[in-house]
């Protein structure tokens, strides 16, 4: 990756990608990614642990079901941060003469699944179905284009 230009440093680490040229569908697609669909990404691979041990092969299947395009280099990472936040363990059993490294939710796992289970359905029930108990957020005495307190 090349370096990004330095008055967009900020910007450009924090979803990592650098500013090569790309169709404006390429890189949306990756920023989506970056901006978004890693944690929802993360809650599913949390969501089958809390149910079944998993192992990596079976999630990335699972998670191409739901159309995400996810590899070995971005999933392996993702399955050790979830193991060194504690939210999974893991454990090796030979298969077929090989190791296989399965991932089950801890305590701590299914606790944050719960915690975010609450905070998605108040998503999907603003953002999915647009409900929303005040027509806008400036609704309450808020000035348009001031940062009110
Ligand atoms: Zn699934």
Excluded at 135 to 142: D, E, T
Aim: glycine letters at 10%.
């Amino acid at each position: 990756m090349r370096a990004c230009r330095p008055i967009l440093d900020g910007v450009l680490s924090r979803v990592n990608i650098d500013s090569s040229d790309r169709s404006p569908n390429a890189v949306s697609g990756e920023l989506l990614t970056k901006m978004f669909f890693g944690g929802f990404v993360r809650l599913h691979i949390l969501y089958h642990a809390v149910k079944e041990p998993i192992f990596g092969v079976e999630m990335m299947e699972e998670l191409a079901r739901h159309g995400y395009d996810v590899g070995p280099g971005t999933l392996y990472p993702i399955l050790h941060q979830l193991e060194e936040a504690g939210y999974l363990t893991v454990h090796t059993e030979v298969v077929g003469g090989k190791q296989r490294k399965y991932y089950r939710a801890t305590a701590e796992g299914a606790q944050a699944l719960e915690e975010a289970k609450a905070k998605l359905r108040e998503l999907v029930k603003e953002v999915v179905h647009d409900d929303t108990p005040t027509p806008s957020i400036r609704s309450k005495g808020r000035k348009p284009g001031r940062e009110g307190r």
